[in-house]
Nanobody, 122 residues
Framework: QVQLVESGGGLVQAGGSLRLSCAASGLASSTYTMGWFRQAPGKEREFVARITSSGANTYYADVVKGRFTISRDNAENTGYLEMNNLKLEDTAVYYC???????????????WGQGTQVTVSS
């Protein structure tokens, strides 16, 4: 059974930082692309970042480029999203997902975590 469990969310002031983790089980590490998505209240889920199975390639949404860093530790079968210089508009539930392509489309990710809330305050 595949499980993705996010952690690390919380309340942070604008300009602050958070590091999200996504622990995977039931999936062989280094075989899947990991993506991070987010959904703000009243909005559709949107792509944030993705990383290839080896960790060699990454891709970011323009709105987070230069502020967020995606990484993974295949020995631990865990992915990370380092978020710096957080803005009010980054407030959302953040989800990690696993898939077998290299896509920004949520439809290409069959496995999802339960989400972790990130709230940025002024």
């Amino acid at each position: 059974q595949v499980q993705l469990v996010e952690s690390g969310g919380g309340l942070v002031q604008a300009g602050g930082s958070l590091r999200l983790s996504c622990a995977a089980s039931g999936l062989a590490s280094s075989t899947y692309t990991m993506g991070w998505f987010r959904q703000a209240p009243g909005k559709e889920r949107e792509f944030v970042a993705r990383i290839t199975s080896s960790g060699a390639n990454t891709y970011y949404a323009d709105v987070v480029k230069g502020r967020f860093t995606i990484s993974r530790d295949n020995a631990e079968n865990t992915g990370y999203l380092e978020m710096n210089n957080l803005k009010l508009e980054d407030t959302a539930v953040y989800y990690c997902a696993a898939g077998y392509g290299f896509s920004s489309s949520s439809a290409q990710y069959p496995f999802w975590g339960q989400g972790t809330q990130v709230t940025v305050s002024s």
